[in-house]
T-cell receptor, first 115, second 110 residues
């Protein structure tokens, strides 16, 4: 049982490049989310999904796109990377959300540097 | 929208001292979760509190949910070097957005 798998673990991009951060979970969780973590800022929600075909914006969605074509996968796309997007990105999944929220499982993280 | 304040931002303690971090919400919560993130690692679930005034213990860790369900605390008794890390609260108000507190970074010195 792999849990939540994120790839890649490290990435360096040049300003203006695009890329996709991959996230996959094998726990049949409906709720998946992406966070970015910056020093002193905690974990900020970028986008989330409550099931296949359903996505919504979090606190800091600008510059990022997501899609949820399957229950298992929730990729995060950076359309045109900017130095302000240098951060550590975490994908998380959980069985429940809202009032029925349950334990969230996190991936190992992707350390992204935009130069 | 829901705002989550977590204090303090940093805490340095000597091994054996106690430690407490607090989360405060501007709105009434459905429940609260606590997570620990070791340096260089990812957040790991510790516990979930649901009921008003609820208190739960895990060995040296004590978690409390306020009577009004607007605040919570995590208390560690007699800290050890293994307690080093950042502690986050995750507060849910029943909506779909799961909002983390800003975290408290704990450093334990021998």
């Amino acid at each position: 049982n792999a849990g939540v798998t994120q790839t890649p673990k490290f990435q360096v991009l040049k300003t203006g490049q695009s890329m996709t951060l991959q996230c996959a979970q094998d726990m049949n969780h409906e709720y998946m989310s992406w966070y970015r973590q910056d020093p002193g800022m905690g974990l900020r929600l970028i986008h989330y999904s409550v099931g296949a075909g359903i996505t919504d914006q979090g606190e800091v969605p600008n510059g990022y796109n997501v899609s949820r074509s399957t229950t298992e996968d929730f990729p995060l796309r950076l359309l045109s990377a900017a130095p302000s997007q240098t951060s550590v990105y975490f994908c998380a999944s959980s069985y429940g959300w809202g009032i029925g929220v349950t334990e969230a499982f996190f991936g190992q993280g992707t350390r992204l540097t935009v130069v | 929208g829901q705002q989550v304040m977590q204090i303090p931002q940093y805490q340095h303690v000597q091994e054996g001292e106690d430690f407490t971090t607090y989360c405060n919400s501007s709105t009434t919560l459905s429940n609260i979760q606590w997570y620990k993130q070791r340096p260089g690692g990812h957040p790991v679930f510790l516990i979930q509190l649901v009921k008003s005034g609820e208190v739960k213990k895990q060995k040296r860790l004590t978690f409390q949910f306020g009577e009004a369900k607007k605040n919570s605390s995590l208390h560690i008794t007699a800290t050890q070097t293994t307690d080093v890390g950042t502690y986050f609260c995750l507060m849910t108000g029943g909506g779909n957005k799961l909002t983390f507190g800003t975290g408290t970074q704990l450093k334990v010195e021998l």
